[in-house]
C-alpha cells in the first residue's frame, strides 16, 4: 500500500533580510522526502501552522486557493503512478511537469 503525505511549510531557517521565510511543500512517499519550493514569502505571523494556511495576509484566499490546487495536483499525480507503474519515487515527482512553478 502507497503511503504518502503532502503539506505546506513554513522554512523558517531560511529567513531574509525582511524577515520572511519561504513557504515550501514537503512530499513525503513511502518514508521518502522531498521539498518544492512555492513562490511566497511569508512572515512567521501570517501562517497557521496547525491549519496549514495563509493567514493575515493580502490575496489570502487566493493564495490559499492555488495552495490547494496544488497539493491536489500533486497527489493526482502521486496515484496516477502508482496506477500505471505500481511505484512512485520522489525523484520523479519533482522532475515532472505539473510540480513546477
Known sequence: MLKYTVRPMLW??????KGESPLM????VNRKRTYLKTPYKLQES???????KIINF??????????RKTIQEIEQKIISQDLESGSVSVR?????????F
Do not use: M, Q, V
Not at 520523479?92 to 513546477?100: I, Q, Y
Open 46 to 52: 501570517s501562517w497557521d501552522i496547525k491549519a496549514g
Open 92 to 100: 520523479t515527482l519533482k522532475n515532472g511537469e505539473p510540480l513546477t
Open 12 to 17: 523558517k531557517h531560511r529567513i531574509n533580510k
Open 58 to 67: 493580502a490575496g489570502e484566499k487566493t493564495h490559499n486557493a492555488w495552495l
Open 25 to 28: 511543500l514537503c512530499i513525503t
